[in-house]
């Protein structure tokens, strides 16, 4: 059994390799909602100590064998579940460490998902993550697809990023639920299983993004420390702060034409002409206070705009709408059976009285024929 595994402590003591997990997970877990700041050293410490913690057990898990490639899930016991996510957890973490100028945390975090998802992929929970010859080959593909095929492929991702995220969001919402259950063990080994079948299903996704992520900061860091080694300390694209500015617009406004500075060459283009905007305020009193900048722009209220619409013959007649959809009301909400009985009543009484229109009505209704003579029908461009 996993619980039955410990670890020799540096002080002499055993630890049991579920509370060296357990510890982790829940340092992890609390990373995860805290508001500490990210470079703050409280919480590069409490990152240290999960690692260190994670680090441990995964040095167990490997001295045991606890995971073999010819298992399936199936033969895993709820106990040992839980350490199959030891990669995933550190490769979580080293994307919490601080070291913007360096890879090799991002390097790292690389490798631990890339054996999270090997893993995985040995036990048929999901498909091998693709080798950087195979990253190569399908993006040389990519850009050998057609116009539209390219749209079907984005329209397609897009989908799937879509489901992956509602499962995802699913799948939080049930841990949240049974998180703490499943800590204390106070659930049945069914649950505890299922809990963590789902922690898998959700890690796999995750892992997948992450490595793509990974992989877009590797080249910004690589592209950054290569311009540092260039001597270009400063950002590719750098903005002066607005004070910085001024005083620079001041210093080339004092020259007389003969400064050697750096801003004595600056070309002023001609703004372009602004856009008039048509501004449609909602009341009179909106219309008085912002027609004052604008005395000349075309200003009017809500009901002004609707009006001419009306008087355009654009928009309905609001009065006209409100009868119409006051009739519709009422004989919506209207009984359909007594309005069929008020029908009836009306036609006995037409029948009764001899009524000479509905007579001739029916008489005419009697004798139509709808007869369709020979060569009748469509004759466009017949001579």
Not at 97 to 123: A, K, W
Not at 220 to 236: C, F, N, Q, T, Y
Request: glycine content about 4%.
């Amino acid at each position: 059994m996993a619980e039955a595994i410990a670890a020799e402590s540096t002080n002499g003591e055993e630890k049991k390799l579920s509370d060296i997990f357990l510890n982790g997970w829940n340092l992890f877990d609390e990373l995860e909602v805290t508001e500490l700041p990210f470079n703050g050293n409280e919480f590069q410490s409490k990152v240290k100590t999960a690692m260190g913690h994670f680090e441990e057990a995964t040095v167990i898990v490997n001295q045991v064998s606890m995971f073999s490639p010819n298992e399936l899930i199936d033969e895993v016991s709820t106990d040992s579940l839980p350490f199959m996510l030891l990669p995933y957890f550190l490769g979580k973490l080293t994307t919490k460490v601080n070291n913007p100028n360096s890879t090799e945390m991002l390097e790292l975090g690389e490798i631990y998902f890339n054996d999270h998802l090997q893993r995985c992929q040995e036990y048929e929970l999901c498909e091998a993550p693709m080798s950087k010859v195979e990253r190569d080959n399908k993006t040389d593909a990519s850009q050998q697809k057609s116009e539209q095929r390219e749209l079907m492929q984005a329209a397609y991702n897009r989908n799937d990023k879509i489901a992956q995220y509602r499962k995802m969001k699913e799948i939080d919402e049930y841990m949240n639920q049974m998180r703490n259950a499943v800590k204390s063990k106070t659930v049945d080994d069914e649950v505890r299983r299922e809990f963590f079948l789902k922690y898998l299903e959700k890690s796999i996704m995750d892992a997948k993004q992450e490595l793509e992520s990974l992989r877009v900061m590797k080249d910004m860091v690589k592209m950054r420390l290569s311009h540092i080694k260039a001597g270009d300390k400063e950002p590719l694209v750098s903005f002066p702060a607005p004070q910085q500015q001024q005083e620079q617009l001041k210093t080339a406004g004092q020259g007389h034409g003969h400064s050697h500075g750096p801003h004595q060459h600056q070309h002023h283009q001609p703004k372009p002409k602004p856009l008039q905007p048509f501004i449609i305020t909602r009341n009179a009193t909106q219309k008085a206070v912002f027609g004052l900048g604008y005395p000349s722009l075309p200003i009017m209220t809500v009901d002004e705009f609707y009006q001419q619409r009306v008087d355009e013959g654009i928009f309905p007649d609001e009065q006209k709408m409100a009868k119409i959809n006051q009739e519709k009301a009422i004989a919506a909400a209207l009984d359909p059976n007594v309005k069929e009985d008020e029908e009836k009543a009306i036609v006995e009484q037409q029948e009764q009285d001899d009524d000479p229109e509905y007579l001739a009505r029916m008489r005419r209704m009697d004798e139509y024929k709808d007869s369709v003579r020979r060569g009748d029908g469509n004759r466009h461009n017949r001579s």
